[in-house]
Each structure stands twice: as C-alpha cells, then as structure tokens.
C-alpha cells in the first residue's frame, strides 16, 4: 500500500525524472504498467507500455537476467486471457534461456537448514533491468522447528514474519512436492543454496509507514526544510518515493533530496516538486 503525506494531487509518473538509479520492486500478482518496468526494450511496449497482472517471472540466477510473466484480460467479450513473457532488457533473448528457473507468488522457499518462507516478488535495477534481490516472506512460525537456541532454524527468530531481500545468486533450483491443500496436486518449491544466518542477514524491506514516517522526521528536523514542509507531499511504495509540492530554491530541492536519500528503505526517488 502506497502511503502519502501533504495535501495535493499526484502527477503522472511518466512526466517525473528518476534523480538517481535504483531499484524497483516487483510484487508476484500485482499489475504492472510501462513505467514500473523503464528498462523493458521498446519493442515491447504498446501505447501503454508492456501491462498485466504480474505472474511471475523466469529467473537465470547467474546473470540475473529476468523475464516477466503478464497475464493481461481482454477488455471485450469474449474476455480472453492472454499471457505474455516479456525480457526485461534488450541484452536478453526473447525467450528464457534454457537454464532459467520459474519462480512464482507463495512459492515455499528452502534452505540448507529446511523451510524459511514464501517468495513474493524480485527487484531489479531500473537501468540495467537485472535481477537484485529475490522478495521472501520469512515464515512467522519458525520457533515451531527450534528445540534449542543452537539450532539452525533460531538464526530466523529475529526477522519471523518479516519480508526480506536476498541475494538471486543463491536460488539453485526449483522442485515438486506435494501440495498441503487436498486435491491440489503437486507444488513448485525453491531451493536456495544459502544457510538460515545467510538468509536473516538480508535487507529488509521496510513499510511504506515506516519510510514515510522517517522521511517526514528527518525534513522537518532540517532547519532549512522545516518552514516549507508544509508546501510539499510524497508517496511511498516499497521503497519508491515521489516527492512534488514547491519549494523556494534549487538549494532547499537538492538539501532534501539529500535527506530523503538518507532514510533507510529508500531505493528510488522521483522528485517533481517545482521552484518559486
């Protein structure tokens, strides 16, 4: 969920500069849009760029290539379902390399030391279009697989039930079990070739509350920014950050695009406020 602050409207993303490289989240079910995927080739892209519901993607974790999966309906009957697989960079092939492994939404995530969590989306660097963290749900029951502080599985005690991003590098493969939901048939299953200590120390991703919150403390904590607070907005969503209001100089624009580059969670930053 994105969270605002401020009064005002949001422009169109598509008119906002990216003020630095960064990476952008991929949610597994969410729809995307053209401007949530710039480095995507242009012969990709219709009027509204490449859209859908995203359902996945094919990964390649050596090379952190990636190819989205977008299910997109028809908006006239017969409503027909369509479903395309899109490179998310011009140095990729069409198609996913032989060695490319699926990757899908509540995918139950293996490591080393047994169950960690669920896969729920990648990020990806907005300019070069590689792949730079798989999104995990840690599981929120892991003291269920601790019979001691020295057991492996502990190490996730810490970060239970939260989401973090880890390195693609360590998917190694993907495997059937059986699914837990009767009827169902089997599952797919990701391994990671990583342990449970490897797996707690990657980043977290942040809420959107949490982001926001600090980025208001740190602005109005600024001596310069505080007076002109009130004159802009933002948004966040999972790390992106659109900053537009007014402020009095390219001085005060640049001192808080420096603040906000400071708080914690924050990958990419589109600032549309204007001078006067």
Request: charged share 20%; aromatic share 6%.
């Amino acid at each position: 969920m994105a969270i605002s602050g401020g009064i005002g409207s949001f422009f169109d993303a598509g008119n906002s500069g990216l003020d630095r490289p960064g990476r952008h989240v991929l949610r597994f079910g969410a729809k995307i849009k053209g401007e949530d995927v710039p480095s995507v080739p242009e012969r990709y892209r219709g009027l509204d760029g490449p859209s859908g519901k995203l359902m996945g993607v094919r990964l390649t974790p050596a090379t952190g290539d990636l190819w989205l999966r977008l299910v997109r309906r028809s908006q006239r009957p017969p409503f027909e379902r369509t479903v395309r697989t899109i490179p998310l960079n011009d140095r990729q092939s069409p198609a996913p390399a032989p060695e490319a492994i699926e990757l899908r939404s509540g995918m139950r995530v293996y490591c080393h030391d047994g169950y960690v969590g669920r896969m729920e989306g990648v990020t990806f660097d907005a300019g070069t279009g590689a792949a730079l963290e798989l999104l995990i749900r840690v599981r929120s029951d892991v003291l269920v697989d601790v019979e001691t502080m020295a057991s492996p599985m502990a190490k996730l005690i810490p970060v239970a039930g939260q989401r973090l991003l880890i390195s693609p590098s360590w998917a190694s493969s993907v495997k059937s079990e059986p699914s837990s939901v009767p009827f169902r048939g089997e599952s797919l299953t990701l391994h990671l070739d990583a342990s449970t200590e490897q797996i707690a120390s990657g980043t977290t991703l942040r809420s959107d509350e949490a982001v926001a919150g600090d980025i208001w403390d740190m602005l109005n904590a600024n001596p310069a920014l505080a007076p002109y607070t009130g004159h802009i907005n933002l948004e966040v969503h999972d790390g992106t950050v659109r900053l537009w209001g007014r402020l009095p100089s390219p001085r005060h624009r640049a001192s808080a695009e420096q603040d906000i580059w400071h708080v914690p969670g924050v990958f990419t930053l589109y600032d549309e406020t204007t001078i006067g």
